[in-house]
């Protein structure tokens, strides 16, 4: 598979939990963590996830890796799709996951080589000598000492942690990594660290990015493609570049305007979005921003129907009366 | 700005905090100095661990006991000093005349009380007043920090409430007796960038209409940059540099302050181009130098006398001060 080919494609998920209520916790109603949501990924690139939290961002990224079942849709990878049967190992080994919280998702009374090299155990790779060497090469490739192996995640820093998960996620020399907050839990000067060994490995190895973020700067800094989520919906979608010089959802326009700028001689006018992300239990009808935000022309969004529509090239826009411009 | 008699709101003179642990007695503030005058904001931003929350923690005298110590120093408040006061007085300054918004808002508020009686029990502690007074005074309290309809509120549990409402209620008993000083340590950390940029609309519109001045204790520049008069950047448990924001972000003159600013991806950058890093981490109490603290983790070589020789504070150009490692300072 070359560059530019793609990868990943997801029509149309939806993952929905039951709301079980009565004496018979029967299910009365439906929580819509991610509901339709389509987007393709292609080789080598990154794309960015941005949204609040409670928009449904890390459903998102648990159904596409197969630790939630999708109510329906697609998840298609290298064009095969991976719900169907036989495609399950091969999908295991190409798809791999880092997690946000590097001290909650190592175990603490493992060794980091034995975490290391689970992986390679439960795919039967290669024999306990070709393992341990392989494991020596993942350290050596996330910039650890050598010596790393025997010790213990308690007693590494955090951001030496973060390293830890990722040579956990490479060992099986994946073809895309979906990085569900990374750095959000490390300092700026430890998150510059980990972010350069992602552009490293992403060089190096010619890997696909699925990068969920709370933080705009980095995000823009290291996606290709910029996909921003509001209630289980992408609102926006487009080139990195593209979004933060003409963002068309007034979503997207007070995503960009809230971020602190490290400049005080920059001044500029904020759009503050008044209360928070309503209930993915009970949305709102039409626009669930309109409606956050009592747009004039939200009344309208109720009874027509919103559209993905493609305002420019690769920007794409779900289109509604009340929050997109042109 | 100061008052008419010229005295700050908040001194803090050569302040050293020491901590006892398993491998002794270690240092978490080496002489820290800093200043918050009438109607000001001052932000102290660095790396986790470098001493940020300690310097709001002995302001307000809540130290962990036993094994927390202020070893010297003074704090000055309105021209007392805090550290003559008896643990009657202190609780009589704590509340009324200093207010403390913490961190983690789900921690800072009893899960099983009401938000009512928590808020009621702020204005009972610190005022004489009547219940039902009470009550309606913390139903202003939590109009004035935006909270739709108070009344219900009131009448609710913190885990009824989202993560921005809960950080409101936080402010709202911070500022329930209209304190002149505000100690914020970390306020918008847990929260998403829309619900920070609401919290820290409301903490300055808050600040004029009560004209308090804060501390703002922040691991984020771009806070800093956006809400703070003055700063101070720590490392290591030391000041290494302090002045106007506008200065220290444009000409920042000590190594560290000048790659923090450089580690940060910027909106307007290069995407996809290397950031600047600092190798390492933030140096644990135990195994501190005495010289520039810095050093060791700059990459700048330093040689023996740097590391142990203590670097002077001095002002470079007016309310600029720096930590003049002869090697970190340009």
């Keep these: 598979m070359k560059d530019g080919e793609e990868l990943l494609k997801v029509k149309d998920l939806r993952v929905h939990f039951p709301v079980r209520g009565g004496v018979f916790r029967k299910a009365i109603g439906a929580c819509k963590a991610v509901d339709g949501v389509g987007f393709s990924l292609k080789k080598g690139q ?13 459903t998102l990224a648990k159904a596409i890796v197969q630790l939630v079942a999708p109510t329906s849709g697609q998840v298609c990878f290298q064009g095969f799709n991976s719900n169907e049967k036989g495609g399950g190992k091969q999908f295991c080994k190409s798809v791999q996951m880092v997690f946000q ?12 080589g034995s975490i290391i090299q689970e992986p390679l155990e439960i795919h039967h790779i290669g024999s306990i000598p070709e393992r341990s060497l392989r494991v020596q090469q993942l350290l050596e490739q996330v910039g650890l000492p050598p010596s790393s192996a025997t010790r213990y995640p308690f007693e590494f820093s955090g951001g030496q942690r973060q390293r830890i998960g990722i040579a956990r996620a490479l060992a099986l020399q994946p073809e895309l990594l979906v990085l569900d907050e990374p750095v959000s839990a490390l300092d700026v000067s430890v998150q510059s660290q980990v972010l350069n060994l992602l552009m490293d490995l992403q060089r190096d190895l010619g890997l696909s990015y699925l990068l969920i973020a709370h933080d705009l700067a980095v995000v823009r800094h290291i996606s290709d493609v910029i996909a921003v989520m509001y209630l289980g919906k992408i609102v926006e979608l487009a080139p990195a570049n593209q979004i933060f010089s003409h963002p068309r959802h007034a979503y997207t326009k007070a995503l960009l305007s809230a971020i602190p700028i490290a400049d005080p001689s ?14 993915p239990i009970n949305p709102p009808p039409g626009c669930a921003f309109g409606h956050r935000v009592s747009a004039p022309n939200y009344d309208q969004s109720i009874s027509g129907e919103m559209k993905w529509i493609e305002k420019d090239q690769d920007h794409w826009v779900l289109d509604c009366p009340c929050c997109t411009s042109n | ?3 008419q008699a010229g005295t700050p709101l908040l001194q803090i003179e050569d302040l050293s905090v020491c901590f006892k642990t398993d491998e002794g007695e270690v240092e978490a503030l080496d002489r820290v100095s800093l200043q918050v005058d009438h109607a000001q904001t001052v932000g102290v931003v660095g790396e986790s661990g470098c001493g940020k929350s300690v310097t709001a923690y002995s302001v307000m005298r809540l130290l962990p006991r036993p094994m927390g110590r202020i070893s010297s120093g003074n704090i000055f408040f309105e021209g007392k000093n805090l550290l003559d006061l008896s643990a009657d007085e202190m609780q009589g300054i704590r509340g009324n005349e200093i207010g403390m918004i913490f961190q983690e808002p ?20 610190h ?26 509120r009131m009448h609710e ?37 829309t619900v920070q940029a609401q919290i820290l609309d409301l903490l300055q519109n808050l600040r004029k209409e009560f004209s308090s001045s804060i501390l703002l204790i922040t691991h984020d520049l771009g806070v800093i940059a956006e809400t703070c008069d003055q700063v101070c950047v720590m490392y290591a448990g030391r000041i290494v540099e302090r002045g106007p924001t506008i200065k220290i972000f444009a000409s920042p003159r000590h190594a560290y302050t000048r790659d923090l600013l450089a580690s940060i991806p910027q909106l307007h950058g290069t995407p996809k181009t290397k950031l600047r890093t600092i190798e390492g981490i933030v140096p644990g109490l135990s195994d501190l130098n005495t010289g520039c603290r810095f050093g060791p983790r700059s990459g700048r070589a330093h040689n023996q006398e740097v590391l142990s020789q203590r670097p002077e504070f001095v002002e470079i150009s007016e309310g ?9 300072m340009s």
Excluded at chain 2, 165 to 190: F, G, S, Y
């Design chain 2, 127 to 152: 005022q004489p007043m009547e219940d039902h007074q009470a009550w309606s005074r913390s139903v202003q309290m939590l109009k004035a920090v935006g909270i739709p309809s108070p009344d219900t």
């Design chain 2, 1 to 3: 700005m100061t008052d």
């Design chain 1, 101 to 112: 919280d590097p001290a909650e998702s190592l175990n603490s009374r493992m060794t980091v």
């Design chain 2, 320 to 328: 600029h001060w720096v930590e003049a490692c002869p090697v970190c």
């Design chain 1, 266 to 279: 920059v001044k500029r006018e904020k759009i503050i979005i008044p209360g928070d992300i309503p209930s």
């Design chain 2, 106 to 125: 789900m921690n800072a508020l009893n899960p099983v009380q009401k938000i009512g009686v928590q808020l009621s029990e702020v204005f009972e502690l």
């Design chain 2, 157 to 193: 549990y913190p885990h009824q409430l989202s993560g921005g409402m809960r950080q409101r209620v936080v402010i709202a008993m911070a500022l329930a007796c209209r304190p002149k000083l505000i100690i914020a340590d970390e306020p918008t950390t847990a929260l998403d960038v």
């Design chain 1, 46 to 58: 990154t794309l960015g996830l941005v949204g609040e939290s409670g928009c449904g961002k890390s």
